[in-house]
Structure formats: C-alpha cells, structure tokens
C-alpha cells in the first residue's frame, strides 16, 4: 500500500537538509532553537507538501484480515489510541497515555509489524503519551501531527523523535485527499495552525468501501462549527466522538450533519472529567444512536467488510450500551425559553436567580459551561444557590 499524495523532490532535498539542522539545534537544546524548528518544519513541509513522494512509503507488513477493516478502539484509560487494521493499510490514530505502556504490547498482540500512518490529533500528553515508544518498536512510514506545539516535555521528545527517524512528517490541511491501500482519507479539518490544541485536533473520515468513519480527535464546539461552515460532507457511519464525550464538544447540529449509526468514546473508568458527560450520553439517547464506551467495555472493535460492520468487544463480549439516565420528554423541546448561559448577554443572564452584575461578569469569564450544574465554578455559587437556578429553570445550555 502507498500513499498516493503529490510532493516534489525539492521539498524532499530541502526537508532532509533542515532535518539535519534541526537535529544539530535540537542537542544544544535552546529556546530559539525550538522557535527555528518550527519555522522550518513549516517552510519543509509547504514544500514538500507530503514527506512521501508518488509511488513511495514503505509497505506495511501485510497482516490477514480476511480482506476486512478492524477498527480497535484500544482501552488506554483516560486517553485516545485506535487502530485502523486493513487488508492492505495499517493507520494508528493517537498513542495513548503518557504514564501507562499497553499500546505496544497490544499493537504486538495484534500481529503489527509496520505502521503506514500514525497520527497525533493534538499534542495533548494523553493522545501523545507513548509515541516514543511506539516509533522504536514499529517501523513508521509516516507522521502527522497538527502544528500546535506544547511545552511539554512529551512533545519535546516527540518531536525529536520524529526528526531522528526515517519517517516522513505532515501538517494535513481540511481539503486534503490521500488514499492509503484501500483506506481513503479526507482531512476535514484544521484549516490552518490555530494556537488552541483541542480545537487544532486533526479530524478525518476514513472510507473502507461503503463504511466511513470520523475522528476528530478534541475539536471542541467551536471547530465543530467550522467544520460545518465549510460545508463539506462529513456524514460517517461510525463516530468516535470529540474529546472522550465531553459537552464541550458533540453538538447536536455537528451530530446532525454527521448522520452517525453509532458512537464510540474513549473514556477512563470513572475518570475526574465525568466523560462522557451526561448531556452528550441524553443527546444520543433522544436522537437514538448506539452509544458505546471504553470505559464499560474496554477495547471494541469495528469490524467491517466495507458493506456491512459489526460493533463488538475484544474478547467477544456483548456490549453495554451507555444509555441516558434522564426522561428524554426532558430534552431540548423544552429549553424554547430559557437563557444560555453560553452565549446570553449580561442583562439577560442578571435575570437569572441570584446571578447579580457581579456574577455575571464571573460567568462570561468562565464560559464555556457544560451544564448548568457548573455554576458552582462561580466563586458565590454553591449549591444551595444552584438549587435555586435549577429549580427556577431559566438558566440552560443550549447544543
């Protein structure tokens, strides 16, 4: 399988010579240094255009799949790591945790020798967490990362690791096309570096034949609503939804337009962040589409002819379906007069029981709000108070 992607031999010539200048400033370990990296990176890769050239890339080893698509959406706890197996492509998207280790042990288990593609949605350390790792057991033809970089020591070495190893590396910009065996690829988004990590989240449908997927690693609302504004398809069959299923992301116009048949997170057992959060598990509920974790299943699995697919556990275990726990005749329909809280002007929101100038000011800081039980993040609002707002039911959040 090969990448099928335009790039030139002068990018080529050029990126190999800034690698090499890149390396030798990465061991003196300055600050500028690190700015330059990223200067030339960029200028690499707009030249290039793709660190593959046509009719290059190293082939996978074949691994049998009887001519399917095994999609593992891989348990890593409380992070992103899922594994597009084909019968002539293998794509890992994220990497996982960076304080836990299962990745390459199950990636081996798996019978993965090579990687034609791995992608890191966003620098974030749990969907970066075991790239090192990863790149010194497989031999990686190449990478994509957003653009974005953190501080983080992670990223740090990430990026060193990529500049030290025979992979080639890319930025992909909404409205590129590659085709990786019988995988195709269309990046949806970002359309530029944007600065902010979660919403510079690389997202991608994935078509095996008839079937596509979306992945849009933690695009938060607002890049959702870019990606919608730029008008594109992006209706897939199987969704893993944005940032673990927090409220921050999965609105229910960006659901409407991807038309999806199930969802799949990735989310910790009772993790900190309380994903999925319950308003993403009542919207999936009220719009009737399959909602399945890693956090009560483990590692699933989408198996796929490119026809037809089937959703199921690892070690063929039945699924237990994440279900709302909420009546669902208490769904948006009734929200027709309440304020958001997310986007109401201040004189709105003062007319929100104990919510004073004051708070109001506090609550335009600390936008955005996931649920109105949130409130508490307001230094003044406990819960007695909240109970008051709840109970008034003027105060929402709109999705």
């Not at 990126?15 to 390396?23: D, G, L, V």
């Not at 969704?239 to 992301?249: D, I, K, R």
């Not at 198996?303 to 699924?319: C, F, I, N, P, S």
Request: charge should be negative.
């Amino acid at each position: 399988m090969k990448f099928s992607h335009l790039g030139s031999l002068f990018g080529r010539v050029f990126q190999a010579t800034a690698s090499a200048w890149i390396s030798n400033r990465l061991e003196r370990r300055s600050r500028t240094s690190q700015l330059v990296i990223g200067m030339l990176m960029m200028v690499a890769v707009v030249l290039s255009g793709c660190a593959v050239e046509p009719g290059g890339g190293i082939s996978a080893t074949e691994v049998s799949t009887d001519g399917k698509l095994i999609a593992h959406f891989i348990d890593v706890d409380q992070g992103d790591a899922t594994l597009l197996q084909g019968p002539d492509f293998t794509i890992l998207i994220d990497t996982g945790r960076h304080d836990r280790d299962e990745l390459v042990p199950y990636l081996q288990s798996s019978g993965i020798k090579a990687l034609d593609l791995l992608v890191v949605t966003h620098p974030h350390a749990d969907h970066l967490g075991q790239f090192e790792k990863v790149m010194s057991h497989f031999e990686v033809s190449e990478v994509w990362m957003s653009g974005d970089e953190h501080t983080s020591k992670t990223f740090e070495r990430a990026l060193e690791t990529v500049l030290s190893s025979d992979a080639g590396y890319h930025e992909p910009r909404a409205g590129e096309t590659f085709t990786i065996g019988s995988a195709h690829l269309e990046v949806i988004h970002p359309q530029t570096v944007t600065g902010h990590l979660n919403n510079g989240s690389i997202s991608t449908r994935v078509t095996f034949g008839d079937v596509v997927f979306l992945f849009s690693g933690d695009a938060e609302k607002e890049a959702e609503q870019e990606m919608l504004n730029r008008g594109r398809n992006i209706q897939a069959d199987i969704f893993q939804l944005g940032h673990h299923g927090s409220s921050t992301s999965n609105t229910q116009p960006f659901l409407e337009a991807i038309k999806p048949k199930v969802g799949i997170y990735s989310a910790g057992r009772e993790n900190e962040y309380g994903h999925p959060h319950r308003e993403v598990v009542d919207l999936f509920s009220r719009l009737n589409i399959p909602l399945y974790g890693t956090d009560r299943n483990g590692t699933m699995l989408v198996v796929t002819d490119g026809q037809t697919y089937q959703v199921k556990g690892a070690q063929g275990a039945e699924l237990i379906q994440t279900k709302s726990e909420t009546p669902l005749d208490e769904g948006p329909q009734s929200l027709g007069d309440c304020i958001d809280i997310n986007t109401a002007s201040k004189e709105e929101l003062i007319q929100i029981k104990h919510i004073g100038t004051d708070y109001a000011d506090q609550l335009i800081a600390l936008r955005p709000f996931g649920s109105v039980d949130e409130l508490t993040r307001i230094k003044g609002i406990g819960e007695g108070r909240l109970k008051d707002i709840k109970a008034e039911g003027l105060a929402c959040v709109r999705r």
